[in-house]
């Protein structure tokens, strides 16, 4: 049997509960260092540093300049390759995110008389051009290509396209194709990693350039997001995947350690808990473990059992609730599956999670490919400021004012009274007796 990384945090210093909170992207130093020259190269050579990289990191041998952008051929295949079940899937996960996020789209317009005869509002406008990153190393991501492409086709982008890494064949994932041609998006490039993110901030001789990159990825990805931050909009920070599992006394913990397997799965440098006051919860949950990784995949068993075995993951246990709620908020989680019969008991409690799942038929899983909302969260404590992605993010919002004659006597006025505490001669001259002369009443 695996060492589970069990904690009870009353016994911990002040040092080593701050030690519970880092994730493994929490330094990324050591890859900036690495990334550097892939960004420099991509912005010097062009394609021909996207062919040398994906040879090199990708094993893509066959991959040339010519071949870097998905044809209409390569998606028939994909359409052909991929099991018409898992099509339908895709077309119902496609159906409930798109339900979520048109109801989260900002109207267009909105406008207020703030006071008579004077208004003002929001504009939303897409954004003219984002990149959308899907990963594809420890798994392939079709779920991530929907959650990404959906909300980019409601905010109506005019120019999208997927990067994502070729596979050592040099194609792409083929239900990442169906999922990117089911949600709308036409331009899905073969690249990966820090030069992905480097081709979707320069250009190549292939690839469209533009203004902003979203989606999660390796620590390569976020270097490469972090280092080229002013060239190009890094959204929000999405890193290896992590979550809580918060048990109250009401349920099995058998159940949590099922729950606690979810993200811990997804690698090595994943995070995972299970919190909870119950010591029942945590002598269930450890003794149901071993039966829970005598049912998964070989590699998945050693992915969760790197992080269960700490210091990223594990089981905290805590003196109370409260205790529980403390820990939760200070970690500020991507993934928070709250396991109670009552659930909305807990909700009031609980601030910094970027995405809070309600009770036992609530598994992350549900979330992670088909329930609507996104599963694109901000990692490493980003949820105390980020939320999940939207529409929103696709978006620019530009404020409107308009000021009638019968508004701006009254305006103008003030206006003018601080702009000459402030120094401003033209600001106040521009709403003074010279306007008048122009205004003409
Ligand atoms: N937050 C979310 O919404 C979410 C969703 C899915 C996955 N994830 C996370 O995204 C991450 C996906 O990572 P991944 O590795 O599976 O896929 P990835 O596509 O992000 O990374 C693979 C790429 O990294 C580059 N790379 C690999 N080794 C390299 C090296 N030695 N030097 C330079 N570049 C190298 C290669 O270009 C490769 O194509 C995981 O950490 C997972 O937990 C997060
Ligand atoms: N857990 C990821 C977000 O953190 C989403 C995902 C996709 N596939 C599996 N899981
Ligand atoms: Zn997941």
Redesign the pocket.
Known sequence: MSDVNIQTLSQLSPDDRAALMRR??TDISGFLD??AP?VDAVRDEGDAALVR??R???RAEGLTADTLKVTEAEFDDAFALVEPELIETIRFAIGNLRSFHEEQAPEPMWMKEIRPGAFAGDRFTPIRSVAL???????S?P??TM?TSVPAVVAKVPKLAIF???APDGKVDAATLVAARLAGVETVYK??????VAAAAFGTETVQPALKIV???????VAAKRMLSDRIDPGLP?????SIIFADESVDGGLAALDLLI?AE??P??SAWLVTHSQRVVDEATAALPSHWAEMSEQRVAFSQAVLGGPAGGIALTQSIQDSYDFINEYAP?HLQILSQEPFEHLGEITEAAEVLMGPHTPITIA?FCLGPN?????SRGARTWGP?SVSDFMRRSSVGYVTAKGYPDLADNARRLAEYEGFSSHANAVGPMRQRYLGN
């Not at 990153?133 to 798994?139: A, I, L």
């Not at 989606?215 to 990805?221: A, H, K, L, Q, Y």
């Open positions: 493994s992207e690495k990334v892939i990289f994906g090199e990191f990708d990153y899907v990963p594809r190393g420890k798994g991501f779920s991530v959650m994502t890494p070729p690249a990966g990693g820090a030069q992905a989606g999660p990825g390796s620590p390569f990805v999405a890193g290896p995947s992590e993200e997804h690698g440098d994943s991507e992670n599963a694109v969260l901000p990692t992605l």
